[in-house]
């Protein structure tokens, strides 16, 4: 198999990784049933895909199998945020039958962490999410990975996650801090429900806890929360 360098992946103080493991309690505890999970986001740049990054990392760490799947096709931010070096044949190249599932998994240099990038930009990102072969795709890897991450594009922006969240366990919302509004995020996860994929919860991101009363407790750093359902 393939494998590629995580480079720049931001070192995250205790804090933060306190946040990432108490998201990966809040995941296992909801039940062993709960493998295939997206994650997505109201409008672009509120963090999702280093949400979800750290998110693979820390279900890694504890020792489970993790594949993340980078389901942007349209603005994909991995392959150039962690530095990738190489030529790489992704998620678009399988769907459009170009390479097979072997030619696009690659293990990552993190621990039991392997990753299937975007890909080019394809005309059709909702025709080949909701084709036969992207669920024939998640249904092989859910025999072989504890876990299955798919980074989705913005919910609120454009329909493709919820095209993904029908084939997943359970959806994760990534809110930003203060600049997401209750009603539009109400308005996304409405888009989710009717999906019929179960909410898992929230992440809520880029949250400055130096103008919280939580941070005499937790720091001025800590950067996520989770609250699972």
């Not at 280093?50 to 096709?73: F, P, Q, R």
């Not at 025709?127 to 991450?149: P, T």
């Amino acid at each position: 198999m393939n494998s590629v360098n995580i480079n720049k992946l931001k070192e995250l103080d205790f804090q933060g990784k306190e946040a990432y493991n108490t998201l990966r309690s809040n995941i296992m505890f909801s039940g062993k049933n709960i493998k295939v999970i997206g994650l997505t986001s109201c409008i672009p740049n509120e963090g999702k895909s280093s949400v979800t990054m750290h998110l693979a990392e820390a279900l890694s760490d504890a020792g489970n199998k993790v594949i993340l799947i980078d389901a942007d096709l349209r603005k994909s931010v991995l392959i150039g945020r962690y530095r990738i070096d190489k030529p790489i044949k992704g998620l678009t190249h399988y769907l459009a039958g170009l390479n097979t599932e072997s030619e696009t998994i690659y293990h990552s240099s993190i621990d039991n962490l392997d990753m299937m990038f975007a890909g080019p930009v394809p005309p059709n990102p909702s025709e080949l999410l909701g084709g036969a072969m992207f669920a024939d795709l998640i249904q092989s890897l859910s025999q072989r990975y504890d876990y299955i991450l798919i980074d989705t594009p913005p919910l609120g922006s454009i329909i493709d996650g919820a095209v993904v969240a029908t084939l997943c366990d359970g959806m994760i919302l990534v809110i930003e801090a203060n600049n997401i509004s209750y009603k539009f995020a109400q308005k996304v996860k409405e888009q989710l429900d009717k999906s019929g994929c179960r909410i898992l919860g929230a992440v809520l991101n880029k949250v400055d806890m130096s103008k919280s009363g939580y941070s005499k407790y937790y720091g001025k750093s800590y950067t996520a929360y989770a609250e699972s359902k």
